[in-house]
């Protein structure tokens, strides 16, 4: 039942493109005077949105599952990479010898 109701997103991806398209030739045969058209542009920019959406987390997850596997022996270092300003800045004596206010941070 939970797959029914949570459908992945190559799914969601040709659903909704689908839909965009049957929108987009509803727009070009029907008439184009009054409200209707352009509620029926603004679904298809969201259902195109939504299927943007969908393949680039398609692409991601693939790419973690890719990243998962290619690390297989390497050792899990955590979400947080520290670069060298992270670091310059966490270093006490750095942030004391800064001119400026004595116990006052700046990113100037």
Known sequence: MGRILRPDARTVAVVASLAAIAVLVVLVVGDSSGVLPVVLALLAVL??????????????????????????????????????????????????????EPGRVSDR
């Open 47 to 100: 259902l195109a949105t939504i299927a943007g959406t969908a393949v680039s987390a398609m692409r991601d997850r693939n790419g973690r599952q890719e990243d998962d596997n290619a690390g297989a022996g390497q050792p899990d270092l955590g979400t947080s990479v520290l670069d060298a300003d992270t670091l310059d800045a966490l270093d006490s004596a750095a942030v004391r010898s800064r001119p400026g």
